[in-house]
């Protein structure tokens, strides 16, 4: 019996390795929302990476596929949109200032739309936009925030932002788009308010909101999954749109004064989807 009560100790004080994440570059920006982000009940066109639908039939080295299979990560596949190079959010954690950087680009240096929630100029990053039509009256999609600005500079002037911008009918906001006189609105807000999810809103050392926030230093929270030091929880992105019409949406992170440190959304697969219209029929008898 002691030896079984030993044996049972053993197991329990064992921390357990579930793996990492693989990150696979096979696929472009335009294959990957077509064939790993889109779910039931959204039809996408006119995709474009960093202003270009040349660039988005081109494989690009922060627009992603992860597979977290076989780890403790909470979102199982899907897309990566990093500040750096994808493959730089492949654990372990093994560093607190992590950086694959990719090259800074135009686009996102003068982006308004990051400018206007990280209140600092971005550098490097992704800007991935597309048209879709929904076939219901709503859309939804699941995500993931983490970086390695977590938890140093938590809140600091380097605030790593991202956005999910959208447009269309019945939307109206502060995010100005030529051919949207209502101007957009970003789906990626702190539950229950309409706050930007950002370094400085959401983060160990903001003081709010500490419930979305999950500590992952030294693998504490996914083991040896991913290399951030920070994610939020997995957070859903929602809206009301009209079904059949059409809608512009852009899909946007950038690093922050500098292009270190790196930040990533990683996107749940097949989660952009749209609610059905469901129609009742009744008979009359008479």
Known sequence: MKQLLA??????????????????NTQTPEELVQNVLLGFGVTASNITYNGSPVNAAQIQGNVTFFDAAGTTFPINSGVLLTTGNGIGAVGPNTIG???NNTPATPLVNTDPHLN??????PTNGAVLEFDFIPSGDTISFNYIFGSDEYP???PSTFNDAF?????GPGISGPYVLGGYPNGGENLAIIPGTTTPVTINNLGPGVGQYPQYYVDNQSGAAYGTA??????TTTLSANASVQCGQTY??????????DQGWDSAVFL????FSSNGISVEVTSAIG
């Open 248 to 257: 512009h949406i852009k899909m946007a992170i950038g690093d922050a004064l």
């Open 7 to 24: 044996f049972i100790a053993l197991l329990a004080s064992v921390q357990f390795s579930y793996g990492q994440i693989t990150v696979d």
């Open 226 to 231: 991913i290399q951030y030091d920070g994610t």
């Open 268 to 271: 749940e697969a097949s989660s």
């Open 152 to 154: 140093e500079f938590s």
């Open 163 to 167: 956005g999910f911008f959208l447009w």
């Open 97 to 99: 200032s992590f950086t």
């Open 116 to 121: 206007a929630i990280a209140n600092a100029a």
